[in-house]
């Protein structure tokens, strides 16, 4: 069975530029998690979906991140315009609706602004 | 506020050794807990989950849950070098996202 698959593994840019992240969940997984993890931290949530309906992006921060999940599979997450402390690895997860909420991690994409 | 604390560490034991790795939560209503492993630069991967009061195993590794005292531990026997790693608590709330500690940075020496 496939991963949690994600691109970039990496990206660098300047601050205020733009940057988009993309996550594949676990075949047949409805439920989909953005964290971002920064260096020294736990993962901390940024948004839940379930199927392509948004459960809770509470700690969203909705001035410059936006997600959506269209067909209820891919999601993409967008930072527009990025700033230094958005450097952090961003982790997708996924889970089974009635699993117990056990969640499988991605690779994450590891972003640096500069 | 859901939160979960861990002590960052490092923790380091000789290899052989029994690892004790230590949460506490703050919510009561608290159902699962969850114990992922993360290596420097890799994602969290899970190694452990309970959701009732006692111990489970699976091999080398125990969990022990005590809902009253609002603990969760982690137990490595017979700790190996490539144990070192940091360890990540997390707990949830029915079906809701995971809250997790900042992780305990644990170092196994040879």
């Known amino acids: 069975e496939a991963g949690v698959a994600q691109s970039p593994r990496y990206k660098i840019i300047e601050k205020r530029q733009s940057v988009a992240f993309w996550c594949n969940p676990i075949s047949g997984h409805a439920t989909l998690y953005w964290y971002q993890q920064i260096l020294g931290q736990g993962p901390k949530l940024l948004i839940q979906?379930?199927?392509?309906?948004?459960?809770?992006d509470s700690q969203l921060p909705k001035d410059r991140f936006s997600a959506e999940r269209l067909k209820g599979v891919d999601s993409t997450l967008k930072i527009q315009p990025a700033k230094l402390e958005d450097s952090a690895v961003y982790l997708c997860a996924s889970s089974l609706v009635g699993g117990g909420n056990i969640q499988y991690f991605g690779a994450g994409t590891r972003l640096s602004v500069l | 506020q859901k939160e979960v604390e861990q002590n960052s560490g490092p923790l380091s034991v000789p290899e052989g050794a029994i690892a004790s790795l230590n949460c506490t939560y703050s919510d009561r209503g608290s159902q699962s807990f969850f114990w992922y492993r993360q290596y420097s630069g890799k994602s969290p991967e899970l190694i452990m989950f309970?959701?009732?009061?006692g111990d489970k195993e699976d091999g080398r590794f125990t969990a022990q849950l005590n809902k009253a005292s609002q603990y969760v531990s982690l137990l490595i026997r017979d700790s190996q070098p490539s144990d070192s790693a940091t360890y990540l608590c997390a707990a949830s709330w029915g079906n809701t996202p995971l809250v997790f500690g900042k992780g305990t940075r644990l170092s196994v020496i040879a």
């Open positions: 309970i959701y009732s009061n």
């Open positions: 979906f379930q199927n392509n309906g948004v459960v809770d």
